[in-house]
C-alpha cells in the first residue's frame, strides 16, 4: 500500500518495521505484546518483519574495537547479525521485545544489543533516524520489584545514548506461556504503541 506524502503528492514508501523477539518462546508474553504492536503499526501502513533471536547464530561481542576504528564498516564476527545488520539499517522503526530474566533482559536479547556496538560503524548516525517500540513482560507483581524497570531503564539509556528514539514502552506481568492474553488493557496499549510508533506526527 502506498501513502500519498500531503505536502507534495507523491507517493509515500510504507514505513518499515522490524521486530526483534528476545524470549526463546515462539508464543511467549513478550512476543504477544510484540505482535500487539506490529498489529498496530501495519493498521497504520506499515510492513513487518519478525526475527526471532533463540537459535539464531548470534555470538558474543569480543570487545576487540574494530567496529570503533576509523573507516570500519561494521563488525568482523561473520554470524547471522550480518543480516541483521541489514535489516536494521533497512527498516525505520524497530520493536524490541524481551522478557526480564533475572533482573533484565534475556541473554539472546543482551547478546543482539552489544553487537548493536558495530551498527554505529555503519554510518555515524546509524541510530539517529530510528524510532523504537519496547515490548517487556515478567512473572513478578511490582515491576520495580520484578527488574522490569531496571530492564526498560537499559534499553532507555543505551539506545537514547546513541541517538535513537524510544517511541513508547509496553510491559506487563505475566508468567505462564500466552498469559498477557487475558491481559487486555495492555494488549490495547500496545496497539496504540504501534500506531504512534509509525505515525508521521508520533
Ligand atoms: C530464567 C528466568 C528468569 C526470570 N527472571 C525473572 C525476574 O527476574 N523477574 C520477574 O519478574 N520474572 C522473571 N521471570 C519470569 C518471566 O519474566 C515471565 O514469565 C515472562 O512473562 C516471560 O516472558 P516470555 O513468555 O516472553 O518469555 C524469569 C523467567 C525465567 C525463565
Known amino acids: 500500500m502506498k501513502r500519498m506524502d ?22 511467549g508474553n513478550s512476543t504477544l505484546l510484540a505482535q500487539r504492536i506490529a498489529k498496530g503499526a501495519e493498521k497504520a501502513g506499515a510492513s513487518v518483519e519478525y526475527v526471532y533471536l533463540h537459535g539464531l547464530d548470534i555470538r558474543a561481542c569480543t570487545g576487540c574495537m574494530k567496529c570503533q576504528r576509523k573507516g570500519a564498516k561494521g563488525c568482523v564476527i561473520k554470524d547471522d547479525m550480518q543480516d541483521l545488520y541489514r535489516l536494521m539499517k533497512e527498516c525505520d522503526a524497530w520493536v524490541v521485545a524481551s522478557p526480564v530474566y533475572w533482573f533484565t533482559v534475556s541473554a539472546q536479547l543482551k547478546l543482539w544489543m552489544d553487537r548493536c556496538l558495530a551498527f554505529t560503524s555503519y554510518t555515524p548516525d546509524a541510530f539517529s533516524g530510528k524510532r523504537i517500540a519496547i515490548a517487556m513482560t515478567y512473572g513478578g507483581e511490582d515491576p520495580f520489584d520484578s527488574g522490569c524497570i531496571n530492564a526498560l531503564r537499559t534499553f532507555q539509556d543505551a539506545y537514547s ?13 505475566a508468567m505462564a506461556e500466552g498469559e498477557i492474553a487475558k491481559d487486555a488493557g495492555v494488549l490495547s496499549k500496545a496497539e496504540d504503541l504501534g500506531h504512534l510508533l509509525v505515525a508521521a506526527d508520533g
Not at 161 to 173: E, H, L, N, P, T
Open 6 to 27: 500531503k505536502m507534495n503528492g507523491k507517493a509515500k514508501t510504507p514505513p518499515k518495521v522490524l521486530v526483534l523477539l528476545g524470549s526463546p518462546r515462539r508464543k
Open 161 to 173: 545514548y546513541v541517538g535513537a528514539r524510544i517511541v513508547g514502552m509496553v510491559y506487563g506481568s
